[in-house]
Every structure is written in C-alpha cells, then in structure tokens.
C-alpha cells in the first residue's frame, strides 16, 4: 500500500534530465588534469553538472599551475573557486551551453 507518493505532484512533461557526475578531481587536489580541462572533457561528452569534490586538506598536485598570485586568504582550502582563474568560464555556463545546442 502506497500511503504518500511523493511524485504525484510531478509534472513529467517539464522534467528536465541532466547527465550529471558528483566526484571529480582535478590537478587542484589528488586529479591528473586541470580545472578546464576536466570541465571542458566533461562538457564535450554531455555533462550538464559536474561536482569538482577537491581535497582541502592538501596542496594542488605538483603539476598544477594554480592558484595564481597572489594565493587566496583561505588557500589550501576551496582550491577551484573562481573558475575563471582556471581558464573556464563562469558557474553555469556549461548548462547554458547545453540548452542552446
């Protein structure tokens, strides 16, 4: 017996379905590629979200060129944040990008 569906109220025909990956990493904590291009690989095969799951309890990897200076206050911690100082673009544009195509 079913006491509460918690879809009854969904209207299917408005879903909208995203790919999605919610732990990646990059040159910033234990990954083997930079922030854009992560997103960038990402985005070409279909992603509409992508969770960067950075360790903020280390360095960036050795390889990784970033941050740039000067470091921010609270470096190592939040090590991806802006993107735009990866060479990608603004939160959310990859999503918008999507739609277009």
Known sequence: MVVLNPYAGVDWQKV????????????????????????????????????????????PNAASPYPVEPRPENFPASPTWPWSDYGCRRMGSGLEEARRN
Do not use: K, M, P
């Open 16 to 59: 909208e379905h995203h790919r999605a990956a919610l732990h990646a990493h990059t040159l910033q904590s234990d990954g083997s590629h930079s922030v854009a291009d992560v997103v960038a690989a990402y985005r070409q095969a279909g992603f509409t979200i992508l969770s960067l799951a950075e360790h903020d309890w280390n360095r």
